[in-house]
């Protein structure tokens, strides 16, 4: 991710994500907040595992994709960089179709650490999977 001057969150949010496997997965940000971020996954080829079900690494490729972007607009990134130091996930309930939504929310937002949860939901509003994950933000060289 880079700084992009004279976006909006939202503009820098669909820059970054061009061409990238948020991109190809359909993941779509709907949301940006005062230290939370949303978004929404489809439930289909892209994101099945082999037995027609959302794939558990899909998940946590939105809990991350959401908790990364909501990382960097923190802080500064024409001096600061966010990087990934440990993700979790637990899986609750099987999804075959449709879509998933998930809010990223920061739990901790320190100088050199954040600490990011995310909830997604099936389309009922059940919980399919909470992660929480450690982000390190580290100078630029």
């Not at 939105?62 to 960097?72: F, I, N, R, T, V």
Request: with cysteine; aromatic share 4%; proline share 2%.
């Amino acid at each position: 991710m880079s700084a992009l001057k004279n976006f909006t969150p939202s503009e820098q949010i669909k820059e970054w994500c061009k061409n990238t496997m948020i991109d190809y997965l359909g993941i779509e940000v709907t949301e940006i907040g005062d230290k939370y971020i949303c978004g929404r996954m489809p439930v289909d080829h892209r994101t099945h595992q082999p037995m027609g079900l959302l794939h558990g690494g899909a998940s946590v490729v939105l809990a991350e994709s959401l908790a990364s972007m909501g990382a960097a607009l923190q802080v500064d990134l024409t001096k600061k960089a966010c990087v990934g130091l440990e993700i979790n996930a637990n899986h609750m309930r099987a999804v075959r179709e449709g879509w998933v939504y998930a809010r990223a929310t920061a739990t901790h937002v320190g100088r050199t650490t954040q600490v990011w949860e995310t909830r997604i939901t099936n389309e009922a509003g059940d919980l399919v999977c909470i992660s929480r994950m450690t982000v390190a933000i580290i100078d630029k060289n």
